[in-house]
């Protein structure tokens, strides 16, 4: 095929897709064992507090904390095991921090806190950098039991609210086309808290995860830090789909050197003109010569999409910290207790319960 029919092809195939008018070919869903769902559900809150206390002491056995000294005055430290443990029960029951302090002292065997604490404790603890750098390894902890098992991830973002009111997926659909395939965000008065991740298309499992407050930041300049998280928790990382604000060449060539193929939808105007990344016309000669097999791939990408609605679903309140710090770190902790939510699913969907078992998150 000439270079110029090529990018004809593409163009009107990128254009169906955009439509909605492209003719797909019917597949077969498959079962979904509500049964399974039914009994995850009905023990995901024990199963839920006692996976908490699980991963939170393996990683304070993999990073020892030594005991806190009583100091000469005031309340005696507490550790930083404790204050996670409550911080993700805080996250996971959808509390403020006063009503936090009576819940960690509600579920203090299930949860195994050492010392109880005050609310005050809780809000220090969110600009504590300690506990940003702890959520991480923890999210790194909970992807341990897929490692090796999962290689195709789907990247995208969403914004945070911080007010009342604020929808997201209202304000993304006022932005112009333009602006949304540019990767920008919306942008207002009130903020968000911005965030993108990478998700696992098998186990859905979140892998790499970047927040961040300042709205001139775009989507797609986060990349280079999604991927590096995600390859170094999945070194097996072998397919990405992203939609058309991954549509660039620095992105499909990025992949590529660290051998993974990706599958992301061009914008209309595309060209299959390499402009020096040899990369980008392999990427796209699958989409020319068979668009269903091409688009069958690239549409697993809902993965990512369905993690966001079920993230707002389960917990649709705004962030409720006021720092930009803060807020950042209490989005990441959602990301972490999603992932152990995950976790207490796939025992019971997969029939497995080295997804909840304390030996399968040793490294």
Not at 49 to 61: G, Y
Not at 111 to 116: M, P
Not at 227 to 246: C, K, M, N, V
Not at 278 to 293: E, H, K, N
Request: proline share 7%; net charge positive.
């Amino acid at each position: 095929m000439r270079p110029s029919d090529a990018r004809r092809r593409l163009q009107e195939i990128d254009t169906q897709v955009r439509t909605r008018s492209f003719p797909y070919a019917r597949r077969a869903r498959p079962p979904i064992p509500w049964s399974l769902y039914t009994r995850a559900q009905t023990r995901e809150l024990p199963e839920m507090l006692e996976l908490i206390q699980r991963v939170v002491d393996r990683h304070a056995h993999e990073h020892p904390e030594p005991l806190p000294e009583r100091p000469r005055g005031g309340r005696p430290a507490i550790l930083l095991s404790d204050r996670l443990k409550g911080l993700l029960a805080q996250s996971y029951l959808g509390l403020p921090n006063r009503p936090t302090e009576g819940g960690v002292a509600a579920f203090r065997a299930a949860l195994g806190v050492r010392d109880l604490f005050g609310y005050k404790t809780v809000e220090r603890s969110y600009g504590d950098p300690r506990v940003a750098a702890a959520l991480y390894a923890l999210l790194e902890i909970t992807n341990r039991p897929v490692q090796g098992l999962e290689t195709g991830f789907s990247a995208d973002g969403t914004g945070s609210p911080v007010r009342v009111g604020q929808h997201y997926r209202s304000a993304r659909a006022r932005q112009d086309e333009e602006e949304r395939a540019a990767g920008l965000l919306p942008q207002g008065e009130m903020g968000w808290v911005y965030n993108v991740g990478t998700v696992g298309l098998r186990y859905g499992l979140i892998a790499g995860w970047v927040s961040w407050t300042d709205p001139r930041i775009g989507e797609i300049s986060q990349f280079s830090e999604l991927a590096r998280q995600t390859f170094a928790l999945h070194p097996a990382w072998s397919r990405f789909l992203g939609d058309g604000a991954y549509s660039a060449r620095w992105v499909v060539g990025l992949l590529d050197r660290m051998g993974v193929q990706a599958w992301i939808l061009p914008r209309r105007t595309v060209t299959m003109k390499s402009l020096g990344e040899p990369a980008w016309p392999r990427s796209l000669r699958g989409l020319v010569r068979d668009p269903q097999t091409w688009l069958a791939h690239y549409h697993q990408r809902s993965r990512s999409e369905a993690t966001w609605w079920s993230l707002s679903a389960r917990n649709p309140n705004k962030i409720r910290k006021r720092l930009e710090q803060r807020r950042e770190t209490e989005a990441l902790l959602r990301a972490v207790v999603r992932n152990l939510r995950r976790l207490c699913y796939l025992r019971w969907l997969e029939r497995d319960r080295r997804f909840t078992a304390g030996t399968s998150f040793a490294s």
